[in-house]
């Protein structure tokens, strides 16, 4: 079983960066695709960016030229690049893996808060 481990959020004021990181337990190369979901206190879990095999990215349109999702195969590591931080992206965000073949994996979030 894939094990995922984000870090890097935090307290963080309106018009602030935070880069989140999603360390994985084995080789991503393969993983067909990886992404990065927030929820929000009552509100639904949303798709932040995902990133698939081959490279090509995707962004919830709330997000799109503030945040960039990248990945490392090396590090085996998915990042999330959050710049222009506005309250409403408070939330706790998930990192989200897909391996070939295997069940999806979810990691245990981290808390991400933007004050006004």
């Known amino acids: 079983q894939v094990q995922l481990v984000e870090s890097g959020g935090g307290l963080v004021q309106t018009g602030g960066s935070l880069r989140l990181s999603c360390a994985a337990s084995?080789?991503?190369?393969?993983?067909?695709?990886m992404a990065w979901y927030r929820q929000a206190p009552g509100k639904q879990r949303e798709l932040v960016a995902e990133i698939t095999s081959g490279g090509p990215v995707n962004y919830a349109d709330s997000v799109k030229g503030r945040f960039t999702i990248s990945k490392d195969n090396a590090k085996n590591t998915v990042y999330l690049q959050m710049s222009s931080l506005k309250p409403e992206d408070t939330a706790v965000y998930y990192c989200?893996?897909?391996?070939?073949?295997?069940?999806?994996?979810w990691g245990q979030g981290t808390q991400v808060t933007v004050s006004s």
């Open positions: 989200y893996a897909r391996p070939l073949f295997r069940p999806t994996v």
């Open positions: 084995e080789n991503i190369v393969s993983f067909l695709k």
